[in-house]
């Protein structure tokens, strides 16, 4: 059973708009959140993160939001720029945020000149 | 500059042989892990290892094994390899916070068993 989610596989957005990636969790023993973003035949690469005692992390252009009650995380990317076309994982950890990591599945984002 | 490095990048391998894919940080972290990523499920765990001398299974551990010898160094190696296990497979350390704190990923290796 998949503990963290990201039911859109792939994201198609038109340059300067919004990019909106969900991620969904069912284990409440998480308690940090992280997003990567990931090239091909490349690592993933950090890109921002939040913690459980928190609802909202922002950074430049990349904001995360944190709403416990529904289990759900969101990355809002403003604005998108062809750059950002990626895979974007979300990943989840317990106890410690260094931790090993739970991810998801990824969303490939897309983003049009 | 710190860094983590995986060798090979690339390895073709019969079924049934052992391979060792290596793993080497400077960041002078406790925390090492080994992920593999296939089309569909993400990047799952396989071992990982807290300090030295530590190791544990992850989500998909079996034909695995790893051994933490010193900080720096955590060597994955398929005991008899599958064609199950062609994948690419990453590296990661990371160090003990509360918050604040990212594990860094290597370039990867991709391994594929024939």
């Known amino acids: 059973d998949q503990q963290v989610k990201q039911n859109s596989p792939s994201l198609s957005v038109q340059e300067g708009r919004i990019s909106i990636l969900n991620c969904d969790y069912t284990?409440?023993?998480?308690?940090?959140f992280l997003w990567y973003k990931k090239y091909p035949a490349e690592g993933p690469t950090f890109l921002i993160s939040?913690?459980?005692?928190?609802d909202k992390n922002e950074d430049g252009r990349f904001t995360v939001f944190l709403n416990k009650s529904a289990k759900h995380l969101s990355l809002h990317i403003v604005p998108s720029q062809p750059g950002d076309s990626a895979v974007y994982f979300c990943?989840?950890?317990?106890?410690?945020?260094?931790?090993?990591?739970?991810f998801g599945g990824g969303t490939r984002l897309m983003v049009k000149p | 500059d710190a860094e983590i490095t995986q060798s090979p990048r690339h390895k073709i391998t019969e079924t049934g042989r052992q391979v060792t894919l290596a793993c080497h940080q400077t960041?002078?972290?406790?925390?090492m892990f080994w992920y593999r990523q296939d089309l569909g499920h993400g990047l799952r765990l396989i071992h990982y290892?807290?300090?030295?001398?530590?190791?544990n299974k992850g989500e998909v551990s079996d034909g695995y094994s790893v051994s933490r010898s010193n900080t720096e160094d955590l060597p994955l190696t398929l005991e008899s390899a599958a064609s199950s296990q062609t994948s690419v497979y990453f590296c990661?350390?990371?160090?003990?916070?509360?918050?604040?704190?990212?594990?860094?990923f290597g370039q990867g290796t991709r391994l594929t068993v024939v």
């Open positions: 990661a350390s990371s160090e003990t916070r509360t918050e604040n704190t990212e594990a860094f």
């Open positions: 284990n409440s023993m998480f308690d940090y």
């Open positions: 939040i913690s459980s005692i928190k």
């Open positions: 990943a989840a950890s317990a106890g410690n945020a260094g931790n090993m990591l739970t």
């Open positions: 960041w002078n972290h406790n925390n």
């Open positions: 290892s807290y300090g030295v001398h530590d190791t």
